[in-house]
């Protein structure tokens, strides 16, 4: 089971979290109507709506949506001041601009690789 508050792992019949001390023990009693009891291998049980999102809940790739929207600020970051130092014609005009120049290139090129390994994991 993973915590519905911190979206970490949570270890078996802890009756809280123990990364951010959220109350588990309301959810780890779902209920189940009397006649899902007969047959326990029934899919009908599966069909509900809180065993569903239990299923479908993935927590590595929330952790990686937060990981693309870095990269694309890092590269976002680095394009926009490439543009502002060639426009304002500071592209690798002097001693401060050039380094500056070089870091802007840094930051592209790392965006780019990290939002590379972002989208590989993500899709995997």
């Known amino acids: 089971m993973y915590c519905p508050n911190c979206k970490n792992k949570a270890l078996e019949n802890a009756p809280t979290c123990f990364h951010c001390g959220y109350d588990l023990s309301k959810h780890r009693k779902i209920k189940v109507d009397e006649e899902d009891q007969p047959n326990r291998f029934d899919d009908r049980i599966f069909q509900k709506a809180e065993y569903r999102e ?3 809940y993935d ?5 990686l949506k937060i990981h693309l929207i870095i990269s694309g600020l ?7 001041l490439l543009i502002i130092l060639f ?3 500071y592209f690798f005009a002097g001693g401060m601009a050039t380094i500056l120049s070089v870091i802007c290139i840094l930051m592209v090129g790392g965006g780019f690789i990290y939002a590379g390994i972002c989208i590989f994991l993500f899709l995997r």
Request: hydrophobic share 50%; glycine share 12%; aromatic share 6%.
């Open 74 to 80: 890092i590269l976002g970051a680095g394009v926009a």
């Open 59 to 63: 927590p590595f790739k929330d952790k």
């Open 87 to 89: 426009v304002t014609s």
């Open 54 to 56: 239990a299923l479908q």
